[in-house]
């Protein structure tokens, strides 16, 4: 080694990221992926339990509903640079701004989440109570997956390379997460749905997750190595774990139930971390900004010779 | 089928943005082989704009001690410090070479200097995600942060191709560079190009400088600087053409640059319709949960 600055990389700046990584803190954004995730996917599951007769399922994933978007709207605000400016999020209708888009959805979905639930517990106005519950069980589904645009919306290889594919998993990690919630909190009676929740959940994450990744190519790694990597392993083996004990013994013991689902919420979590973690490092890394859009000047180039 | 609104070629973005009477769209031409790292621009940049230090560490890996563009720092001259490529023709900024014979093109090394900013893309990412339209385009084409507005999302700052602006750790606002949008309204040019003593910053209506740079580097490349290429000029790039473009001496990355930078917008179609496609997905993987078990239960035995 010679002494002196070391010399400059010819595929880099000294090393030094091209990107900015969010300077979001992973437990209030990939919290709220989460959070919007088990809320929406929940809304879905507590329609079908309403419109099936399984009124103790229903009425909990109501009221986990509400917990979970009032909880991920606060990481949203906590985590702006000025929380006090909150209100700026409704001064304009976006639809080029995925963040704008969301905010607008939350201020629909929050107060039809909160009456479904309102009305579940107290037994009062059962009919608005129903409509609630159905306009609710639309847009949670649009509530779990916009986030994932949220994500992919951004110069960061590791989101936006898989922008096609992140919505899907984004829609499977929410479905496992409140299949997972189902599980926990209704009788064994009334459990078979978030069993086979569960189960179209794990395919579902585990075919997106692969579909990503063989579309990432060199930028697939940030998902392997790392923070990242442990998450997603954590995730699988916990999502793999919880629907084989959700198929297997869900409907024989309470208790089998109840671990299933918290195994299923747990690698729903570590999913959504894993993801955001993910970009971070890819993010950081300037060979994943430079070697995606050198291959992609070379495919034009060979294609205008 | 391409969608112009969001990239390609677009001649007038003051006015799409909807100025009726936009003057003329302004930029930067930063011509690198001319940049003499003084950093005037730098200095000039915060003092006009009252910008907070933001570090007096030193980064130990050249004479550039600022790293990068960031919130306090709109102006950041790189240093790269280089083996000289073979085959490599000095730059003809002297002449005659009055130097004693072999002393400094005998050391093998050279240096390149380059002042970044803010590329005030016409199709800018940071404006397209902005959820509180703090970020807008003037009717100078420029791309500038209301800062009475912005409350910190963050969103803009992940979205920005080549990584300009930032969150101020301090303030939780976000800032960049307002291509002195203050200066520009007075009939003044930005602060930097005004420091700049080798006018290796030049300031004007773009199309002027578009003109003036390709003669640029048609110069360079007869008296022999092979290596000189323009940087973010094409109106045809992934972001629609940069407001502020630069002459460089070497491949983008060596300068911190992404070499292909493209826009997010460009895709979001096609994210909204997986994300719809994704929820209806959802709901008939619900549906099939609840279906399922219904079927099974009147075929099997009771």
Redesign the interface.
Known sequence: MTSG????R?????G?????????APHDIAGYFFLGGLA??GS??AA?AH??GRPTTAKALKVSSLAAVSLSAAALIH?????S??P??L??F???????M??WLLSAYGPAAGAAALTSVTGLLPRAGASATAAA?VLG??L???T???A?????PAW?GA??????L???S??AAA?GMALVTGPLREN???R??AV??AV?EDAALRAAERRLGSVAVTYREGRAGRLMRAARALTAAGTAGAVLFGHRSRTAAATAGIALLAGSVCTRFGVFAA?IAS?ED?AH??GP??E??ARRTTLSQ | MRDDL?SGPEPDPARDAGHQDAPERVGFFTDTSVCIGCKACEVACKEWNAIPEDGMSL????YDNT??L?ASTWRHV?F????VPAGRTELPVVEPDTRAEGEAADSGMRWLMSSDVCKHCTHA?CL???????LFRTEFGTVVVQED???????C???????????R?T????FKCTLCYDRLGAGQEPACAKACPTESIQFGPLDELRERAALRVDQLHEAGVTEARLYGHAPDNGVGGDGAFFLLLD?P??????????V??R??G???R??????????A??????A???LTRTKGPR
């Open positions: 600055p070391p010399a400059a010819t595929d880099s700046y000294y030094r990221p091209i990107i900015k990584a969010p300077s979001w929406g996917a879905v599951l079908g419109l099936t985590d702006l640079g000025r929380p400016r909150f700026n999020m001064r304009v976006k639809p080029t701004s995925p963040m704008s969301g905010s069980a589904p649009v779990a997956t916009y994932a645009v949220l992919a919306d951004t110069a960061v936006h922008h096609r594919e992140l919505p899907y984004f829609a499977a929410a479905t299949s078979t749905p978030a086979y929740g179209v959940a579902g970009g993010a300037p900004t430079v859009q050198r992609a000047v | 969001f980064t130990g890996m050249s790293g990068g960031g790189a790269v410090e280089q083996p990412a397209d995600v902005c959820p509180t339209g703090s507005i912005c409350n910190g999302c963050g969103v700052v992940p979205a920005c191709p080549y990584g300009v602006i930032e969150q750790p303030d939780g606002r976000a491949e990355e060596v300068y911190g640059l992404p070499p292909d930078p493209v997010t917008t895709d979001l096609a994210m909204w997986h994300a719809g496609l994704a929820a209806l997905s959802l709901a993987g619900a549906a099939l949960s609840f399922l078990p219904a």
